[in-house]
């Protein structure tokens, strides 16, 4: 994965099959409204991951997600901790940007320090970029002696597709009555220049420590950059 920047972006609706609009015979559009509708009750069963919508302020969907060790992990295990989802892409320069200048191993291990529940999470699909298996997932903390804790494994996309994420890195914070007070970047600068790390306003630090205070997280919700997680 290059520096191709990405912005997350509100979704639009669209034409269903995004399609425009053409003139065609009425036989045929009678024919293609028959199959539309017919194809879609097929597509309702078809798609048990619908992506909910989530709002600050609502419960978190739970989750579960086996970790780096084999553990199952849901949300509901952590009821009473303030509980981090870092969502992570390793061949991403973006994520490399964060852990390669230590900003995101001391965020976790500020975290650590204040009994915080950090989670890592990879839903990168199999052979995409970025995908790791149990082995894949210790190496990467090894290699940049990272500390979460527990980095769990998303290969079909179920868990990154119910927080409804297209970037890594972005983080998600849930409160200790598992509502959710934080979406978004690590900051404001989508930069992979060392330098740009300490000139940069710290959305996760900032809005941790707010919560870990019991007060109301000042930016609740800013726009992730980075790079496209491969479903």
């Known amino acids: 994965m290059g520096t191709d920047l990405f912005f997350a972006r509100p979704k639009s609706h669209v034409n269903a099959l995004g399609w425009k609009n053409r003139s065609v015979p009425i036989f045929g559009s009678v024919l293609f409204l028959f199959l539309y509708l017919y194809l879609c009750g097929g597509l309702v069963w078809a798609q048990p991951d ?29 009821h009473g ?3 981090v989802l ?16 230590n900003n995101m191993q001391a965020l976790q291990n500020d975290a650590r320090t204040a009994n915080v ?9 199999p052979g995409s970029a970025g995908y790791m298996d149990a082995d894949g997932a210790k190496r990467f903390l090894n290699r940049y002696q990272a500390t979460p804790s527990a980095v769990l494994l998303d290969p079909d996309g179920h868990m990154g597709r ?10 998600f914070i849930i409160d200790a009555n598992r509502i959710l007070i934080y979406m978004g970047s690590m900051d404001d600068q989508p930069s992979t220049r ?5 000139q940069a306003t710290d959305y996760v630090g900032e809005a941790l420590e707010n919560a870990v205070a019991g007060r109301p997280v000042t930016r609740p919700i800013t726009r992730p950059y980075g790079c496209p997680i491969e479903y």
Request: hydrophobic letters at 40%; charged letters at 20%.
């Open 86 to 101: 870092e969502w992570t892409n390793r061949d991403c320069a973006f994520v490399k940007h964060h852990y390669n200048a």
């Open 162 to 171: 119910q927080y409804d994420v297209e970037l890594s890195p972005q983080v």
């Open 117 to 125: 529940v950090w989670l890592t999470v990879s839903s990168s699909a």
């Open 81 to 83: 901790s303030i509980v």
């Open 194 to 198: 060392m330098t740009d790390i300490d």
């Open 50 to 78: 619908r992506v909910p919508e989530i709002a600050i302020g609502d419960p978190a969907p739970d989750f579960s997600a086996v970790d780096q060790n084999g553990q199952q992990r849901r949300l509901s295990d952590f």
